[in-house]
């Protein structure tokens, strides 16, 4: 039994409602948001480009799936890149490459085997916001498609999250 409801991974309906939740809190503020994905490879992307009038408001994203491509183009230096440092160049990279002043980052570990000595499940988040930048852990629990839903899911609430705050 799961007692935490952010723990629970959410139904596909439910992340399409978050992201139209998010697809009219854009519109209504003006935001212009982008993405980052490693783990996630496109998931995130392919949700949130199926939201109400995403050509309006969402930028596009960089899937970054290999070391070589964060270093190079989200300038994330060089070391591991399930971190906290990767995630924060990739969201701040993004941001600027898209023009974004809302951006999504997602560095993370699925599993079944450890990478950079990162249990699986281990997920960073960064988040760009209007010119500031940081960065949350998580670790989520299952098999890797566990992992990758709870990882969008968790990525779209950030956005959703900030989208209410921004211009507050």
Same mark, same amino acid.
């Given at each position: 039994?799961?007692?935490? !409801?952010?723990?629970? #991974?959410?139904? $596909?309906?439910?992340?399409?409602? &978050?992201?139209?939740?998010? *697809?009219? /809190?854009? @519109?209504?503020?003006?935001?212009?948001?982008?993405?980052?994905?490693?783990?996630?490879?496109?998931?995130?992307?392919?949700?949130?480009?199926?939201?109400?009038?995403?050509?309006?408001?969402?930028?596009?994203?960089?899937?970054?799936?290999?070391?070589?491509?964060?270093?190079?183009?989200?300038?994330? !230096?060089?070391?591991? #890149?399930?971190? $906290?440092?990767?995630?924060?160049? &990739?969201?701040?990279?993004? *941001?600027? /490459?898209? @023009?974004?002043?809302?951006?999504?980052?997602?560095?993370?570990?699925?599993?079944?085997?450890?990478?950079?000595?990162?249990?699986?499940?281990?997920?960073?988040?960064?988040?760009?916001?209007?010119?500031?930048?940081?960065?949350?852990?998580?670790?989520?629990?299952?098999?890797?498609?566990?992992?990758?839903?709870?990882?969008?899911?968790?990525?779209?609430?950030?956005?959703?999250?900030?989208?209410?705050?921004?211009?507050?």
């Amino acid at each position: 039994m799961i007692s935490d !409801p952010d723990d629970r #991974v959410p139904t $596909e309906d439910e992340v399409q409602e &978050m992201c139209e939740q998010l *697809a009219k /809190l854009a @519109g209504e503020k003006e935001l212009t948001i982008a993405t980052a994905e490693s783990l996630t490879a496109g998931n995130l992307a392919s949700q949130l480009g199926r939201a109400t009038d995403s050509g309006d408001w969402y930028c596009g994203g960089v899937i970054a799936y290999r070391k070589e491509v964060k270093y190079s183009l989200l300038k994330v !230096p060089e070391g591991p #890149v399930v971190s $906290e440092e990767a995630a924060l160049a &990739m969201a701040r990279s993004t *941001a600027e /490459l898209m @023009g974004a002043n809302l951006a999504v980052a997602v560095t993370g570990e699925a599993g079944p085997e450890p990478q950079e000595d990162k249990e699986p499940g281990t997920v960073w988040f960064g988040v760009f916001d209007h010119g500031s930048v940081e960065a949350t852990k998580r670790v989520f629990e299952g098999d890797p498609p566990d992992v990758l839903a709870a990882t969008v899911a968790a990525s779209v609430r950030i956005l959703v999250d900030r989208a209410k705050s921004s211009g507050e």
